[in-house]
């Protein structure tokens, strides 16, 4: 039997709060509420969760401080934001603070149950290692799917939660070719026909950290009118 996923509501609007842990607790979830910032973090320190849902205007610490300061410490830890500003800066905003998604106020409930379905299931996909093991090296360089850490061309770094699921799926099917549509809907739980730059931004980030060369990648190839192909052996 699965176990049951325990999910942080982040939100000082009672009346919303409560809505979504209703609505979450009928989909099947244990879910704990927390009505600032600070009591958000509290409750991380004290208990585990699988996913947080984080409000970004919040008393007493705002949810982008908490993103951030939950980044500090764990790469990975998987952040739904909602927000009433609705902007492409400020959903690049929220990304940027750590949020593996970014909801905009007022949403439609389906679609939120949808992001938090598909987060929890990219999550389980990651947490699976390639070729039964956790690190993966190539070159003189590696990463470790199990902390994030990672050693690229210039020395260890973090990965983001993003850019590791983004090496992730390009190293479990290296060798092969896998277009932007596949990366946007493994990855980020977008629709196939979505328009979007996020792949390449991303692509591109990811050649800063491993390639010597990122105008002429060795490991992260572009496949022209295709997608991206990962060659570890290069």
Not at 27 to 45: P, T, W
Request: proline share 3%; hydrophobic share 40%; aromatic share 8%.
């Amino acid at each position: 039997m699965a176990q049951t996923k325990k999910i942080l509501v982040v939100e000082d609007e009672s009346h919303l709060a409560k809505g979504l842990q209703f609505n979450l607790e009928r989909e099947g979830y244990e879910v704990v509420v927390a009505d600032d910032g600070k009591a958000a973090l509290q409750c991380m320190r004290e208990q585990t969760f699988d996913l947080m849902i984080l409000d970004l205007m919040l008393p007493k610490m705002g949810g982008l401080e908490v993103a951030k300061n939950i980044r500090e410490t764990d790469t990975r830890f998987p952040i739904l934001m909602l927000s009433a500003k609705s902007t492409e800066e400020d959903r690049a905003t929220g990304l940027e603070a750590g949020a593996d998604d970014y909801l905009a106020k007022p949403f439609h409930l389906p679609e939120l149950l949808l992001r938090v379905k598909g987060i929890l299931r990219r999550w389980e996909w990651y947490k699976q290692p390639i070729q039964g093991q956790e690190n993966f090296h190539f070159g003189k360089m590696w990463i470790d799917f199990a902390t994030g850490k990672a050693k690229g061309c210039s020395g260890e770094f973090l990965l983001t939660a993003k850019e590791a699921l983004v090496m992730k799926l390009l190293i479990s099917k290296k060798g092969e070719v896998v277009t932007r549509e596949d990366l946007l809907e493994t990855v980020w739980g977008y629709d196939r026909e979505t328009e979007t730059r996020t792949v390449d931004n991303f692509i591109a980030r990811l050649r800063k950290h491993f390639e010597k060369k990122p105008q002429k990648p060795q490991f992260i190839v572009t496949v022209r009118e295709k997608g991206y192909q990962f060659n570890p052996d290069s």
